[in-house]
């Protein structure tokens, strides 16, 4: 049974006027990729390969089983003449001696013409069904591998826009620990120049140094990490997040990937 195209898909379709000009009883065309210059283009273009795969695919089955249909009555009608032939036959007999030569009476004649007709539209709609089955197959893979390229398609969407995220973590990274590396020489400094200070001044100074120094702990302090399974965590709900935007791209090439992120700041 062939996948009919989701609501979304032909909203999607009908809003960027995209045809699908697949006819019954053709055989599905070879997609050429356009030349395209960034994700979101190949991922457009992936979209209508399988919106128009999709219509082409549902008008062959529907071509082929009409073929079906077609061969299954011209069948049952050259059941009515399982027995003409012994009925020509007997007719023959009954001529004695102008068995060769006679006239078969005109219901005989009109019904071997029937059968003549009916054998030359089972031979015809045999050979259609075989063409329709051959598209159909073809269709089948065509729609097949423009699931797969749209799949593909809306991943590399996601990965190309999150790179921009894994650019920004690796320099957060890196900020991260250059600050961590200034506030510990800080200590080594403050601590040291503290050696001869009265002891309340020191004090004092020591109370101003831990404020300073606490977020250098939380940094270098291990993460605790929570069960994936737990309700709140991060990756987790993150994970959800990105299974929306996939399905959410496949049906809507323009759908930003950033807000996946963005949730989170």
């Not at 030569?101 to 029937?114: D, I, V, W, Y």
């Not at 991943?155 to 650019?167: F, G, H, K, P, T």
């Not at 991260?176 to 200070?197: I, K, P, Q, S």
């Not at 993460?223 to 935007?245: C, H, I, K, T």
Request: net charge negative.
């Amino acid at each position: 049974m062939a996948q009919l195209p989701t609501h979304a898909e032909r909203a999607w379709r009908n809003r960027h006027g995209v045809e699908a000009g697949a006819v019954a009883g053709v055989a599905a065309p070879q997609s050429v990729p356009k030349p395209t210059t960034s994700p979101r283009e190949a991922l457009t273009a992936a979209l209508d390969r399988r919106v128009t795969a999709m219509v082409t695919m549902e008008r062959s089955t529907e071509a082929v089983k009409q073929a079906r249909a077609a061969v299954a009555a011209v069948t049952s009608q050259l059941e009515q003449f399982h027995d003409l032939d012994i009925r020509i036959a007997t007719a023959r007999a009954g001529m004695g001696e102008r068995a060769a030569t006679g006239t078969l009476p005109p219901s005989l004649n009109a019904e071997r013409e029937e059968r003549r007709a009916a054998r030359e539209r089972q031979d015809e709609c045999s050979s259609a069904l075989t063409l329709l089955e051959s598209q159909h197959a073809a269709a089948e893979k065509e729609r097949r591998d423009a699931d797969v390229a749209h799949s593909v398609a809306a991943l590399e969407v996601m990965l190309d826009e999150a790179s921009a995220l894994s650019s920004q973590l690796l320099a957060c990274h890196e900020m991260l620990w250059r600050r961590a590396d200034t506030l510990a020489a800080l200590d080594y400094v403050v601590m040291g120049a503290a050696v001869g200070l009265p002891p309340a001044e020191k004090a004092r100074v020591h109370g101003l140094l831990g404020r300073v120094l606490l977020p250098l702990q939380t940094v270098r302090a291990q993460r605790q990490e929570l069960p994936l399974s737990a309700p709140r965590n991060p990756e987790r709900l993150a994970g959800e997040r990105w299974q929306a935007l996939y399905a959410e791209l496949k049906c809507d090439p323009d759908v930003p990937v950033r807000p996946v992120w963005d949730e989170q700041e």
